[in-house]
């Protein structure tokens, strides 16, 4: 490939670890990118709030205005800042002055992916965004490309390490979440404010990147159902573990088809059981793993860290490398997708299946009551568990699929049952056959 | 996207399994395509040896003159007769004269790739060949274009659903492999002619492809080194199981660095023992799974279907939409990229380690004999297990990393000693840190 062209100017803005790991990688080898971009890689500056606190920055490249790098003479705009304004603003202004984009920011592209899409399409110019899923495991160019012919059924997967780590610790320790949560906070697997983790935004922002590719419809955080993992006690643990079952905290995208043929979305990110035997149940914390199901495929596993700088860095710099040659060669990176416009499912409606472990008297006739229950909100019953325990008894009961509102309110007329002394766990149960 | 335009005109030769797939697909949902692609895709003709023969295809579309089909009114040609000839020269001609080329055809690929990427690259069109290895896992765009900014170390899968079905049973039964393999041929997971799979041709010609693409060089099928499963022993399996162990045949490309800092690629194909906790260790027959090792995206696994009609389809179709899409937006896809230009190591030199079982007397001074042989050829041993029975002691060797041909010399010492009384078992160690 012939490189003997005018370099592809870059700006980075933001410089924590990812951004040192581009800039140190860019830099490395330099040969590497130009032959396999076609064109020199320059970065042109750099954009930090405390120019002062980035010694490893060559100072010449350091600058606090981003406005005025994104303004100057650059072609790439590569966004690590997070967060959403002046993200937004930036790479708005950044798509609207011809400038391609490359962003690893999950939450902006969950909230204003769209806007950002139709800027880059006014512009003919790029958006990539493949560090925004999952960091160094390439999963959003194979969903939006390589299975760009195929019908995706479902996307389900453990894409946040914090949340990984506090319920694997939880389930090793048989500790709390409260106190498993301290000890990730001060072994740095949580952050001072673990708000965006625990309560699963960060997954649900992912979620909502994942389902509008998968299913070719805008969807945004606020469409995905959210419950994070702070509700998860030693009790759920234990209640899985009887059943050779673990614990973990999802994000799920489903094509949903109702009786008529209709169809709709969910798109969800709740804790729930899986069997040990599963793929995902074995996903480490540094990990993360997804899995894709589609018509022709079948079923497809992507593994790989979710996180950390060198592992995110990689994830941007082929996504650098994509928009590069595609200015060198005159070509697109794939728009967006979202032909298909199909309805997102209220939780409520979303076909689930739930686990009840149950404390009941150990008397006749509990195990009919607490089943005619189920049966009077039209929930068919899987599997049974009983197990007497002097005057007690412990009940687990696993369902079939109903909507999600109708297990609900089976639960609460069953925990109202005068023979039920408690409700140990109610769980949803995934990646395993209805 | 507007898609008021012409239609993309697809010529498929070959209708088999794969084929009859891709049209299904196509045709059950055009306005699918056409809103992905931004055209509507038209198939114009279906080239088969006898036309007579396929009443799944409207008559119309059918014909027997490849040549014709392909020197008609299309856009993209889709290659599924596999072979090298007529293959070759017809997408070369469908190359040459203006069209892009999407092809599963590994066995062409490995030995003509560079002709064809040359090919398209003077007339300016694509060449995409997702499905020729690991059928729907989305691993090739990884590597051409995820991980482009990265630096790959290696690539490790199971790629060949034959040899994997074969020693999973093996393994299951305790019997031989002339057994396993006419069992495999009843059962249709073994061709009448087995040779491609159980030699590891069919591996070796997707070791080329991985490691042409992760390594930026040009290698071939040729240049892989290639030992098949038929040497493979009930005894061998025994001696992985008791270490806790399992037989996989594996494609392995991987760059070395020797002393000096020199770089080349080793490329190979052979049975190895891998831990039974290792991932790949649980890779079913239908299953494909491949490792990937980068400097900065950390270790990234890729698992799915890596056989059969609808999964093949769906890479198919996948590239039938990247190649339409720059064809409506005026891009292009990756070209070869053969920079780096790697010497390719030869076996004897490239660095593994071998674990090696041993029938030995039960007498003093046998484990300092066998082991001094190791340590006259500079071979450093990692794991030794003795254990006697009787007049006999079973004596298991680990070494550490040296080169291959170091490793054999050192075996065939060891089995000239003579209070060695059989050499059970000699099977490369892979999966595990050295």
Known sequence: ?????????????GCGTVG?????????QPEEFAARTGAPMQVTGVAVRRPDKHPEVPPGLLTADASALVDGDVDVVVELIGGI??????????????????TANKALLAEHGSELYAAADEAGVDIYFEAAVAGAIPLLRPLRESLAGDRIHRVMG????????????????????AETLDEAGRLGYAE???????????????????????????????????????????????????LDRTVKLL???????????????????????????????????????????????????FYGRGA????????????????????????????????????????????????????????????????????????SISVVRQQGRGADASLVVVTHTAADEALRSTVESVARLPVVRDVVSVMRVEGEPS
């Open 1 to 13: 490939m012939n490189v003997n062209r005018e370099p592809i100017r870059v700006a980075l803005l």
């Open 20 to 28: 040192t790991e581009v800039l140190r990688l860019l830099q490395d």
């Open 85 to 102: 304004e002046p993200a937004r603003s930036l790479l708005l202004r950044a798509l609207r002055s011809g400038k391609s984009v490359v």
């Open 158 to 177: 453990i894409v946040n390490g914090t949340t990984n780590y506090i319920l694997s610790e939880m389930d090793a320790t048989g500790a709390g979440y």
């Open 192 to 242: 001072a404010d673990p708000t965006a983790d625990v309560d699963g935004f960060d997954a649900a922002s992912k979620a909502a990147i994942l389902a509008s590719l998968a299913f070719h419809t805008r969807v945004t955080a606020s469409d995905v159902h959210r419950e994070g993992i702070s509700g998860v006690t030693p009790g759920d643990l234990a209640a899985a573990r009887q």
């Open 251 to 301: 994000s799920i995208c489903e094509r949903v088809v109702d009786e008529d043929g209709g169809e709709s979305v969910s798109a969800r990110v709740h804790p729930a059981m899986i069997p040990s035997t599963h793929p995902l149940a074995r996903v480490g914390d540094a990990y993360n793993a997804v899995f894709v199901e589609a018509e022709a495929a079948g079923e497809l596993m």
């Open 308 to 379: 950390g700088g060198a592992p995110t860095a990689s994830a941007v710099l082929g996504d650098l490398v994509a928009v590069a040659r595609n200015r060198v060669v005159g070509g697109r990176g794939p728009r967006e997708s979202a032909h298909a416009k199909l309805p997102v499912q209220p939780m409520g409606k979303t076909p689930t299946r739930y686990h009840v472990s149950l404390d009941v008297a150990d008397k006749p006739g509990v195990l009919s009551q607490v089943a005619s229950t189920f049966t009077d909100h039209e929930v």
